[in-house]
């Protein structure tokens, strides 16, 4: 029995992005019940029958508002979706980073203020524990 390789529909997939060449956002792919979904959750336009775009001269705010708000709907309604890490609002840019930066600040000040050996140990196990730390 020779084994085939299984059938994937690429066009069940959903891709939401910002289309360098023209600006727009767009939705590519996915089914008519997605297009359902990216046109009343999301308010895009149907294109063509796999091709979404969201209106001409929204403020970028608005194009990221309505293409998390429409990739979270799908996905709660069981679809793939691929959402752009720029148009993603639920996103932060470098927020882990800040937030490891601030947590490296804080160290540093608990090791500046220790008075003993014990609790520059304190830090140092807060860092380098295995459950906790790095």
Do not use: C, W
């Not at 994937?8 to 997939?13: D, G, K, N, S």
């Not at 089914?31 to 775009?53: D, P, V």
């Not at 709660?76 to 937030?99: E, I, Q, S």
């Amino acid at each position: 029995m020779k084994q085939h390789e299984p059938d994937f529909l690429a066009l069940e997939y959903v891709t939401i992005t910002k289309d360098p060449r023209t600006g727009l956002v767009v939705a590519i792919g996915g089914t008519e019940q997605a297009a359902g979904i990216l046109q009343h959750s999301g308010g895009f336009l149907s294109g063509a029958r796999t091709y979404h775009r969201l209106p001409h001269g929204l403020p970028f705010e608005q194009q990221r508002l309505k293409a998390t708000t429409a990739a979270h709907t799908l996905l709660a309604a069981g679809h793939n979706v691929h959402l752009d890490p720029a148009l993603n609002m639920l996103a932060t840019p470098d927020g882990d980073r800040d937030a490891a930066l601030r947590y490296l600040g804080h160290l540093a000040e608990r090791v500046a203020a220790a008075e003993t050996g014990s609790q520059v140990a304190e830090v140092l196990t807060d860092i380098a524990a295995p459950a906790n730390g790095l």
